[in-house]
């Protein structure tokens, strides 16, 4: 996308519509939110440490999955 400032700007694409994804759309809306909603774990916790570790895979894992979908014709 492409912006333009002042009384006649406003938004354009940089490419064809046709040549965009979902996938690339929802890869750039979710910015680095965590999908699963993940929360830090308490630093003092090797049991809440490794939980967010496996919870972290999963959650990409699942990002990964979700945009090869959505962005396959």
Known sequence: MRSHPGARGGWELAVPAEHITL????????GDDPVLGLRGPDP???TGRG???ALTMLDTTTVDALTAQLTSP
């Open 23 to 30: 996938g690339q759309v929802w890869r750039l809306l979710r």
């Open 44 to 46: 003092a916790c090797t």
């Open 51 to 53: 939980v967010q570790q």
